[in-house]
């Protein structure tokens, strides 16, 4: 029997060469396994948030008139809702921070009644009771606020300052400081609003307790995202307190974060909010008034008519899995001297390449490859219907807009066979392209490659080591 080669096996025609064929249209994966089945809740409804955080959805339907809120887990992880198919939200999802508790005249309230952040979120501080101390508990989180400090005779106890997150969170009374701005407009790594701190108070009177931050959202659609609702990550409200001079009020928590990644983005009338929490406020004190979160919209195509509610997004358009200016491309251009046809046809039934029989083991395989740098490693694979696989390895040579290489490959003997080739690169100006950013992080490295029997790809490797798969046929 003939020694035979076939470039690619699959239902239809696989292109094993990068770049043979048309490029298909970018997609975004979400990396959403289905297990978690179809969201589609009829009421309102709170649900447990998984120990991982991570929701691992078919698709995802919130009717008009639904709220859906979610249970903070122990490790207090964002709420990550990741979808093979399409995401719809009508109605709203809501991880805010809750209001802290408002102080107490001429008595000892020694309950916690700081203000809960939202999923991700993190919690108000706690107003003075003037027993342990007189000065307020800071917020929690990296823009926390400070706690209010008692200052005797001043006749305007100490309000705790507001949380900060993507915008600083503002002074209470007495100079007391409110949070800082932290955290990324890519909103990596996803993290949640801070809260506000707590008021101060003298002995016999309880302060105002701070509002916790809002939580942090992610939706990752493979599909489209529609969103006609609401996404709510508001930042709790301080705690008032008694029109006395012994006790203050809280700070606001800041808003948390929201963050939309779709292959496609649409809607009209949808809105996000991840206003800062309102000050409490007194006759004698006011609170700081909580910063604004941060929100990210990421896709391939985005025509959403959203309300941002006074806080402009971080937006990037069809830049999810960017590409490069010159796409890289690979080829087999022959196999032991036979010409590779311009379109395989993947059939064990017709096999792309036939070699001669007689052929002796190795072959050379060669290789053409564009807008791969010089000097690249090629390794090309060949793997038997039943045997093991053997791989070489070549070096381009030539130049950026044309490079060739020849690998000498052992093939097996009386039995279809199918052979792949990857190059893998760093990114740099010379090389056409750079910076370029994939789910908004930067890439470092591409890798060209084609699975058996697959479809071709092209990854993008970022420099945090993430790999993202741009897509076959790009």
């Known amino acids: 029997m003939q020694n035979m080669l076939i470039l690619a096996i699959g239902a239809a025609a696989g292109l094993l060469a990068l770049g043979g064929g048309p490029a298909a249209a970018q997609t975004f994966n979400s990396g959403s396994t289905g297990a978690d089945g179809a969201f589609s809740p009829t009421t309102s409804t709170t649900v447990p948030l998984p120990a991982s955080g991570v929701f691992n959805f078919t698709t995802v339907t919130i009717p008009a008139g639904v709220t859906v809120r979610f249970t903070k887990n122990a490790a207090n992880t964002p709420v990550t809702i990741l ?20 102080g107490v005249a001429n008595a000892t309230n020694l309950a916690n009644t700081a203000g809960a952040g939202g999923p991700g979120g993190f919690d108000g501080g706690l107003g003075a009771t003037g027993i342990a101390s007189t000065t307020g508990g800071a917020g929690l989180g990296p823009g926390g606020g400070t706690g209010g400090a008692f200052v005797p005779f001043a006749g305007n106890p100490g309000g705790g300052g507001g949380g900060g997150f993507g915008a600083a969170g503002s002074d209470g009374t007495n100079a007391t400081r409110g949070g800082s701005v932290y955290g990324t407009p890519t909103l990596l790594p996803l993290i949640g609003g801070s809260g506000g701190g707590g008021g101060s108070a003298a002995l016999g009177s309880t302060a105002g307790s701070g509002g916790g931050g809002g939580g942090s959202l992610l939706i990752a659609s493979s599909g489209t995202l529609t969103l006609t609702g609401t996404l709510m990550s508001q930042g709790g409200n301080g705690g008032g307190g008694p029109a006395v001079p012994e006790a203050g009020v809280g700070g606001g928590g800041s808003g948390g974060a929201v963050r939309l990644v779709a292959t496609a983005i649409t809607g009209t009338g949808g809105s996000t909010n991840v206003a800062g929490g309102r000050r409490g406020s007194s006759l004698f004190s006011q609170g700081g008034d909580g910063g604004a979160g941060r929100v990210r919209i990421e896709a391939l195509t985005n025509t959403a008519a959203v309300n941002f509610n006074g806080v402009p997004p971080s937006i990037t358009t069809q830049a999810t899995v960017a590409a490069l200016p010159n796409t890289p491309t690979l080829r087999i251009a022959s196999v032991a001297g ?21 052929t002796t083991s190795p072959v050379a395989v060669t290789i053409a490859g564009a807008n791969i740098p010089v000097g690249t490693t090629v390794t090309v694979t060949v793997k038997g219907e039943v045997g093991a696989a053997s791989s070489a390895s070549a070096t381009l040579a030539g130049s950026l807009s044309s490079s060739t290489a020849s690998a000498s490959v052992t093939i097996p003997t009386n039995e279809p066979s199918v052979i792949s080739a990857t190059a893998s690169f760093t990114l740099t100006a010379s090389s056409g392209g750079g910076p370029v950013y994939a789910e908004g992080e930067e890439v470092e490295r591409v890798r060209v490659s084609a699975s058996l029997g697959g479809a071709t790809q092209v990854a993008y490797i970022t420099k945090s080591g993430r790999e993202i798969v741009v897509g076959p046929g790009l």
């Open 83 to 102: 979808a093979q198919g399409d995401v719809t939200i009508a109605g709203t999802i809501d991880v805010s921070g809750s209001p802290g508790g408002p």
């Open 338 to 358: 036979v010409n590779a046809p311009a379109s395989p046809l993947g059939s064990l039934t017709t096999p792309d390449i036939t070699l001669p029989a007689g």
